[in-house]
């Protein structure tokens, strides 16, 4: 039966509009982009399949939009309008930083954002958040990147882009390709390392964020960012 055929209340667009979006099911959202079915499937029943075949949610939206083009029911102009709502959430969740706020004060935020960049990429990326004297956000940028378990991290650059953007304080993240958030060693070594050096120059490091699966660790959160001078007379 066309969706057009359905009782109101379980169309797609119908529940979405009386409801709200938390009421769909994955398929259901997935339905609403790709439009129509194919193989005389409906859009819901090719949106089951496709999360069956290539899911769950995140992994299928994971893929590029030149992976998505190659996957049946999708083709070039569904796969770039999937990719564009993806890139409209990330703009959104990018916004929520950029509003005049202290970054500083609003960790939640600053972890979903992060998440969504660097959750489910195939290498390790080393983003960093420059922040003027009162922790609103300048710019945040890519500075590293590297294989799947590991991106050579330098603090020298880290500290030219700081004094380059004027920022007080900073906040790092990187991600796990592997999916595991907990710190490694030697995402402590170098967390501690950049401390020092921003130090010298009197920029504060304000937090760590590791990306995996799930929520994002906080260096900060869990007490592994301990004042400057005690790490020095240790």
Not at 127 to 139: C, E, S, T
Request: proline residues 7%; contains cysteine.
């Amino acid at each position: 039966m066309p969706i057009h055929e359905w009782p109101e209340e379980e169309r797609p667009r119908e529940k979405l509009l009386a409801r709200g979006p938390t009421a769909l099911s994955d398929a259901e959202l997935l339905a609403l982009f790709l439009g129509s079915g194919i193989g005389g499937r409906d859009a819901v029943q090719t949106a089951r399949d496709l999360l069956l075949a290539h899911g769950p949610l995140r992994v299928l939206l994971d893929r590029s939009a030149r992976e998505l083009s190659k996957l049946p029911g999708l083709g070039p102009a569904r796969s770039c309008t999937l990719a564009a709502g993806l890139e409209l959430a990330h703009r959104y969740l990018a916004a929520e930083l950029q509003q005049g706020e202290a970054v500083g004060n609003n960790p939640a935020a600053v972890g979903r954002y992060l998440q969504h960049r660097l959750r489910g990429q195939a290498r390790e990326l080393f983003v960093v958040l420059f922040l003027d004297n009162r922790h609103r956000l300048i710019a945040c940028e890519e500075l590293f990147a590297g294989t799947i378990n590991a991106a050579p991290v330098y603090p020298r650059e880290v500290v030219r882009r700081a004094l380059l953007h004027n920022a007080a304080a900073v906040i790092l993240s990187h991600n796990h390709p592997s999916g595991d958030p907990e710190p490694s060693a030697a995402d402590a070594q170098i967390t501690e390392e950049l401390q020092r050096a921003l130090a010298l120059v009197d920029i504060r490091l304000l937090d760590h964020f590791v990306v995996g699966e799930g929520r994002p660790v906080s260096f900060a959160e869990r007490g592994l960012l301990p004042p400057l001078q005690a790490r020095l007379v240790g």
